[in-house]
């Protein structure tokens, strides 16, 4: 039967009251159930985006395996748009490369250049492997998906997306493979969307293609509690809102790219997080949709949904600020002139008689000297006594739907930690997380501690596929 027979498809509304992420789920079970039973030209079908990030295509069998579960997904009647990253550490070693070629900052525009030949490396392998296997495919650069963004090379934005090329494979019955993390920008210079980057490009598809689900396939089962690599009984989230995902992504937890957890959110795209190492179904993430029933019966209850971590922190404390209006608003303005972002900022009550008092802020490692900088040149003009800076500090940040509200989350939290030794440097919280900074060398024994604390240990141990790490 030709396959332009088989486009008929009923397809679920999205934004629908009902349950429809296992809604999605039922369909693409029972579908291929139904389409032995439907006439022949009325087949039941969803349209999916799947990503496969690095560790699912580092090598040739993990290519293949790919390709197989991508042709299983097709033969079910699927209409099947894909996103690809680099294969395994391919983008760091690019990276490596260009050190090594010119030490100096390298220009924006080729490292660009540079780095997204990894995805275009592993589309063009996909296709080849799909088409192996008897089903038809074609992959397209970021520019050829329609992936349109600012100019600011190695962190663009997108501005614009507009997938025809792949609309009109898809409806020729191909498989569309995308090269994640690229776009082109208004001076159709090469761009990309930053390390990470492909998760963002799979999530705008599925919302620009208006796809049933966006799968994004790892080398993990799904969302854990905790990173598994450094707590290996950590439990699998079955279902979790887009809004805990979002301050989990945010505090350091590596599973998602935070920008396409923040685009899911706006365009209202289903996510499904799972590994292509194994059948297991992963972790749902909800939009737009209020809790369900067994979240209800236990609303009254602080919802923990996991523990992000972040190690690759420091931090910057002015001493001695005279505590006056303005101070703060300073020392933070100096700091972002400079570009950097900074995450936690603490000001201690002024107790001493000469009535100043001390500013904190954690930062990315990586931006530490920049901004202690920054702010050593206010020091003599505002007249604080020091700056000093910590490399080397850990958060961990406890999230959960309702925590702020309820004290006995954070003693049990910080009585963990007493219980393990470890000193908490900082702590602020939000509605729906807690977080503390502890010295690096002690974060996996915080982030273990305060796992068993909340009894969220499983008894069988997360398994990691693949990965290096890296
Ligand atoms: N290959 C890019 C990176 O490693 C983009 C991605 O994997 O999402 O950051
Ligand atoms: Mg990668």
Known sequence: MPEDFQRHTCRYVRNSPVDWASLVNTVVELQALFSA????????MALLVQKFGGSSVADVEAMKRVARRIVETRKAGNDVAVVVSAMGDTTDDLLD?????????P?????DMLLTAGERISMALLAMAIEDLGVRARSFTGEQAGMRTDKSHGRARLLDVTPDRVKAALAEGYVAIVAGFQGVSEDEDVTTLGRGGSDTTAVALAAALDANVCEIYTDVDGLYTADPRIVPSASRVTRITIEETLE??????KILH???????????VPLHVRSSFSDQEGTWILVGRPLTSDQEETMEEPLISGIAHDKSLGKVTAVGIPDQPGAAAKVVGAVAAQGVSIDMIVQNVSTSSASTSDISFTLPESEGAAAVAAVRELQHEMGFADVLYTSHVGKLSLVGAGLRSNPNVAHRLFGALADAGINIE???TSEIRISVITDQTDLADAVRSVHTAFALDADTEAVVYGGTGR
């Open 107 to 111: 220009p924006e525009r080729e490292m």
């Open 426 to 428: 900082m702590i602020s």
């Open 258 to 268: 935070l920008r396409a957890v923040e685009y899911a959110r706006r365009f209202n």
């Open 97 to 105: 490369l260009a050190k090594a070629i010119s030490p100096g900052p």
């Open 37 to 44: 039973l439907l006439p022949q030209n009325c087949t039941l």
């Open 248 to 253: 989990m992504a945010a505090q350091g937890a």
